[in-house]
């Protein structure tokens, strides 16, 4: 079993800033994508950011500029810092992570998702 443990978000002003951060926990062989994406009312959800396990990095036009993604391998964790906070990037953030197992099968997981809503 594997779970996904989110936090960081929160009520900011536009403009500000958050932290959001998740951890991998339970029978993990290795990981390899690690991505953020986000889900507004009454809209699909929708790929953020994105970190593969050699450090290569993806992100939406949306969000260039003002978001970066990180992990850290150590510990199982990727990281979202958002700067430049607006109205529009209020929404639920999901963290969602591509993991082999030790019977080497790759399996997506999700997390409980994290609601980050941004103020005018």
């Known amino acids: 079993q594997v779970q996904l443990v989110e936090s960081g978000g929160g009520l900011v002003q536009a403009g500000g800033s958050l932290r959001l951060s998740c951890a991998a926990s339970?029978?993990?062989?290795?990981?390899?994508?690690m991505s953020w994406y986000r889900q507004a009312p009454g809209k699909q959800r929708e790929l953020v950011a994105r970190v593969f396990n050699v450090g290569m990095t993806n992100y939406a036009d949306f969000v260039k500029g003002r978001f970066t993604i990180a992990r850290d391998n150590a510990k199982n964790t990727v990281y979202l810092n958002m700067n430049s906070l607006k109205p529009e990037d209020t929404a639920v953030y999901y963290c969602n992570a591509d993991i082999t197992g030790y019977d080497y099968r790759s399996t997506a997981y999700w997390g409980q998702g994290t609601q980050v809503t941004v103020s005018s």
């Open positions: 339970g029978s993990i062989f290795s990981i390899n994508a």
